[in-house]
C-alpha cells in the first residue's frame, strides 16, 4: 500500500487556551497556512494531502518515496509555520488501518517501511445539478444536502475508507481495491451521484485519474454513477 502519514500538532489545545478569546480568525489563519505548506510539499513526492482535522493532518504518499528525505524536508518546512511542535507518523497498509495503527503514541515519532505495494483508490463523487440546486433552493439548503451526503458516507463507511469533503459538491473516499466495489455502491445510493474513480501507487496520479474519470461521466451526460480509470 501506500505511506499513510499523520502530522500531528503537539500541544495544540495549550496553543490555542493561550491565544485569548479572539483567537478563532487566528487559528484559521494557522490551519490554512499549514495545510497549503503541506500540500505544496506533497505534491512534489506524488503525494497528496488531506486536512483531516486539521490538528492532525494527513499525506498520501507513494510506498518507494524516500520517506526519511520527506519527514526532514516537512519538518524543517514546517518551522517556518507551526506554533507547536510536530510529530510525523508514517505508516503503510489499508488507509483506515494505517490511521488507526499510526494513531498510538501520538507523541512519538514513527517511520514505517513499505514492503508490499498495493495501489490507491480514490472515488471523488460529484453532485449532479448541485450549482441548479444552489440557485433553486439556496445555499444553506444545498450546503445542507452535501452535509448530509458526508454523514451517509461516513456512517456507512468509517471501517472502509477515509471521507474528506474537498468543498463545493466534492467529497472524496480513500480506500483499497478490496474495498473499492462496496465503497463505490454506497457512494452511488444517492440520486443525482457520480463518481469518478483513479487508482495508482502514486496518490496525486490517483486524484488526477479520479477528476479524468468524472470528466467522461459528464461527457456521456451523466448516464452513468461511476467510472474507474486505472
Not at 24 to 37: N, P
Not at 50 to 78: H, K, S
Not at 207 to 230: C, D, N, Q
Request: aromatic fraction near 8%.
Amino acid at each position: 500500500m501506500t505511506y499513510t502519514v499523520l502530522l500531528v500538532l503537539q500541544g495544540y489545545r495549550e496553543w490555542t487556551e493561550s491565544l485569548g478569546s479572539d483567537r478563532e480568525w487566528l487559528i484559521q489563519l494557522v490551519q490554512s497556512r499549514l495545510y497549503e505548506a503541506i500540500q505544496s510539499l506533497s505534491k512534489d513526492y506524488d503525494g497528496m494531502a488531506l486536512p483531516l482535522r486539521y490538528d492532525i493532518q494527513l499525506v498520501l504518499l507513494p510506498p518507494d518515496i524516500d520517506i526519511d528525505n520527506f519527514a526532514q524536508t516537512l519538518r524543517e518546512l514546517l518551522r517556518r509555520y507551526s506554533p507547536t511542535p510536530i510529530v510525523i507518523r508514517a505508516c503503510c497498509g489499508d488507509v483506515i488501518e494505517a490511521i488507526n495503527r499510526c494513531s498510538k503514541d501520538l507523541d512519538i515519532d514513527y517511520v514505517a517501511r513499505c514492503e508490499e505495494y498495493e495501489p490507491l483508490v480514490v472515488a471523488h463523487a460529484d453532485l449532479n445539478y448541485f450549482t441548479e440546486s444552489t440557485l433553486r433552493d439556496g445555499v444553506v439548503n444545498s450546503y445542507v444536502g452535501i452535509m448530509s451526503y458526508i454523514s451517509h458516507l461516513l456512517k456507512k463507511l468509517k471501517d472502509k475508507a477515509l471521507i474528506q469533503y474537498l468543498g463545493g459538491d466534492n467529497v472524496v473516499a480513500v480506500t483499497s481495491s478490496r474495498n473499492m466495489d462496496y465503497v463505490v455502491k454506497v457512494m452511488t445510493m444517492y440520486d443525482n451521484v457520480k463518481v469518478g474513480i483513479g487508482i495508482s501507487l502514486r496518490p496525486r496520479e490517483a486524484f488526477a485519474k479520479a477528476a479524468k474519470a468524472l470528466t467522461i461521466l459528464r461527457r456521456e451526460g451523466r448516464v452513468r454513477k461511476y467510472h474507474i480509470v486505472e
